[in-house]
């Protein structure tokens, strides 16, 4: 499995590596790659996707990089089973929606409801790496 994620202030990074250690906890290999690495080819031979992106804008995905990189795969990702989280400030979660509205929209399943969490996940360590127990189970 793959974690793919942007990351300014390392709040979703966090995440990332929580969600990481609940799926290797679940026994299962993945690896958590920056948006800026990722290998979109190789990424899509997988059947789950792992994506994780702060709001940032105005309730918008990043956009010099992580935006992109949806508009890259939006075609062709229709029947993948996705997993969204990310980290939020002072907004109610509107750019979280909209991501996952834009996903299914693309033919995805989502394996959960997204995982969002105020600032540092530091108070809830534990749901993100539930989260990936989740995904693991898949
Ligand atoms: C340029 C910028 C725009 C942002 N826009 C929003 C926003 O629209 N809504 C919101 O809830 N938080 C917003 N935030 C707050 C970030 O989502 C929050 O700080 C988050 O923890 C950053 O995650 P990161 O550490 O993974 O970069 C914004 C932050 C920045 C720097």
Known sequence: MKIVYWSGTGNTEKMAELIKDGIVQAGK?????NVSNVNIAELLEDEILILGCPAMG??????SEFEPFIEEISSKVS????????SYGWGDGQWMRDFEERMTGYGCTLIDSPLIMQYEPDANE?????FGKKIASE
């Open 58 to 63: 105005d309730e918008i995905l990043e956009e």
């Open 79 to 86: 029947g993948k089973k996705v997993a969204l989280f990310g």
């Open 29 to 33: 290999n993945v690896q958590v790659i």
């Open 126 to 130: 534990q749901e993100c790496i539930d």
